[in-house]
């Protein structure tokens, strides 16, 4: 379970970035064991924007009692098939 923010308040955060087509968040297992938000991301073809910029966007805009509310984020380019459906959610 990932008690800081849920993967559609993450969701929310990273769809306001421009350079986001569209997000899925998931919990993945980080180093410790603790189940933590994972994000994959489709960006908009010519966006500016990085794996790092969007760490940083999402880090500015959730609360301080989660430092690490999300694991570094894959970037998909264009791929929003991945996204869609809840049974290609589990995939990722």
Do not use: W
Request: some cysteine; proline content about 11%; hydrophobic content about 45%.
């Amino acid at each position: 379970m990932i008690k800081c923010n849920a993967p559609f308040e993450l969701e929310e955060i990273l769809l306001k970035h421009l350079a986001v087509a569209d997000c899925a968040v998931v919990g993945a297992p980080d180093a410790d064991g603790f189940e933590v938000p994972k994000a994959y991301v489709v960006l908009r073809p010519a966006a500016p924007g990085d794996a790092d910029d969007l760490m940083t966007f999402v880090a500015e805009r959730v609360a301080r009692l989660c430092p690490q509310s999300l694991m570094p984020t894959p970037v998909l380019g264009q791929q929003p098939e991945l996204l869609g459906s809840p049974a290609e959610r589990r995939r990722l």
